[in-house]
């Protein structure tokens, strides 16, 4: 089975009716020629401690509306990278994500905060204003089951195993590194999920804005089973078109069969010592 996923790497402003008339414009583009389609980090506003708490929503709001509307439209699998998301007080980074009729059929609050003090680089504490989610999150699809995780999220190999063991073929990764983390670490964190799980991995960042406080790095990309990146955007605002390939796949983990030669009865040892 071969598919089309779009990856929308959009220039996000500080104006939420404008991010939502520019998240349209490119999913309605990337319908053309795509079955499932990805928004990048916080696509809804600045990535700001400040911004989050004026942009926050309540499910159902504004944004999820227009996606689970544009989902049923368009009929397509939409995974609508993050928003703030409110819920009883507390504010998280969350993902939804729509079938082809527009229903919620799952969502993923970011589970690890991005909280850093670079030396000469840069200061960021998403905990200041940010929850953290508790669950791994895969949601099942016309083309098997796929993980979702939010950016900092990838960083932690354990996380991206354990969707893979619930089924996930597929990682999408809405992400928003910087320009001091993309440059040294983006393609080889990417590569490494994509090979260690042979799993197709999509990587959904913002467009870099020169004029905001937070740049992206950008450089949106998919990357194959076998560590290879097959699609990848520059900095600029596009929409990234792959295929994925799912006989080719199952060929990689036959053929080398990484997940089979496990041996848990030793992790779980390590895991308790």
Not at 7 to 19: G, T
Not at 28 to 48: G, T, V
Not at 60 to 72: D, E, H, I, Y
Request: proline fraction near 4%.
């Amino acid at each position: 089975m071969k598919f089309k996923i779009g990856i929308c790497q959009m220039n996000v402003l500080d104006n939420k009716e404008k991010n939502l008339a520019k998240a349209e414009k490119m999913i309605r583009e990337a319908a053309k020629n795509s079955q499932i389609i990805a928004l990048p980090e916080m696509f809804n506003c600045p990535y700001e401690n400040a911004a989050f708490p004026e942009y926050a929503e309540e499910y159902p709001g504004k944004t999820t509306r227009v996606l689970s509307s544009l989902a049923k439209e368009l009929d397509i699998y939409l995974f609508g990278g993050s928003i703030p998301e409110l819920n009883n007080g507390t504010i998280y980074n969350t993902s939804y994500i729509f079938n082809r009729k527009g229903a919620l059929i799952g969502k993923h609050r970011k589970i690890h905060l991005f909280d850093i003090d670079i030396e000469d680089g840069i200061r960021f504490k998403e905990s200041d204003s940010l929850g953290k989610g508790d669950k791994i999150t895969v949601v099942d699809t016309g083309y098997g089951p796929i993980g979702i995780a939010i950016c900092y999220d990838m960083r932690f190999p354990e996380l991206i195993r354990l969707m893979v063991m619930k089924g996930a073929r597929i990682i999408i990764v809405p992400a928003a590194f910087n320009m001091t983390t993309g440059p040294a670490h983006w393609d080889l964190t990417l590569r490494a999920r994509a090979l260690d799980n042979q799993v197709y991995y999509a990587a959904v960042s913002p467009a870099r804005n020169n004029d905001a406080s937070y740049q992206a790095y950008g450089h949106s990309a998919l990357v194959s089973p076998w560590g290879e990146i097959l699609e990848q955007a520059n900095e600029k605002e596009t929409i990234l078109y792959g295929e994925i390939d799912m006989d080719y796949l199952k060929k990689i983990r036959t053929q080398l069969p990484l997940l089979l030669h496990r041996r848990t009865d030793l992790y779980e040892i390590i895991e308790k010592e």
